[in-house]
């Protein structure tokens, strides 16, 4: 297990070096990688899909019949890749979209559906798993479905501004990616090293 967290380390740290070398889209890449890697540490198969169905309901709300639907459907009592990478995701989301909330203010569930695919809603945890990692693994990029986009700075204020562009393809927030590796390397699987 210790080996598998440094594997897992080892990508954040590539990504990283990637992200400095402006390398966003590998960054990116490793980034997703050490996602699914970490997915499958902290949701082994043998979990049963009742966690993933019971988050899909508490991000989507809205989408009860077709969760119910793909619950309905499930034929194996185990999670699949997929259903790893995307309970992570819902873990993660906050972290990812917002990551500096107001202190003593709750942060929302995002329940973000983007206007394509074959439903023309395609949930923000599916864009992570089916449009940009499964496109990057099988394709070797995923520049057909997404691109990033720039980060604007307004150095007079301090700030910056992300932006989201729903369009095809879809325009991810550059951010997004720098958030990303933040959450991960804070996870408590990965945040420190263990001696056992």
């Known amino acids: 297990m210790l080996r598998k967290r440094d594997e897992i380390r080892d990508r954040l740290l590539d990504a990283r070096l990637l992200w400095q070398n402006g390398r966003k889209n590998g960054a990116f890449i490793q980034a997703l990688i050490a996602l699914a890697g970490l ?21 989507h709300p809205n989408q009860a019949s077709r969760i119910a639907a793909s619950e309905k459907k499930q034929k194996r009592n185990r999670l699949s890749d997929g259903q790893q990478f995307k309970c992570l995701v819902f873990d993660l989301i906050e972290d990812i979209i917002l990551p500096h909330p107001t202190p003593g203010v709750v942060a929302p569930k ?9 439903d023309k809603m395609t949930n923000i945890e599916d864009l992570f798993y089916k449009v940009l990692r499964c496109t990057a693994v099988h394709q070797g990029t ?4 997404a691109y990033l986009t720039d980060r604007i700075h307004n ?3 301090g700030t ?35 001696d056992s």
Do not use: H
């Not at 997915?39 to 991000?59: G, I, Q």
């Not at 995002?110 to 074959?118: A, L």
């Not at 995923?142 to 479905?145: A, G, I, L, M, T």
């Open 39 to 59: 997915a499958s540490l902290r949701y082994p198969k043998k979990t049963a899909p009742k966690v993933y169905f019971d988050k899909m309901r508490e991000y």
């Open 110 to 118: 995002y329940n973000i559906s983007f206007p394509f695919g074959k």
């Open 160 to 194: 910056y501004s992300d932006t989201l562009r729903l369009t095809e393809p879809a325009g991810i927030p550059e951010g997004w990616v720098a958030n990303l590796l933040e959450a991960l390397s804070k996870t408590p699987e990965l945040a420190q090293r263990q």
């Open 155 to 157: 150095p007079g204020q």
């Open 142 to 145: 995923f520049s057909s479905v």
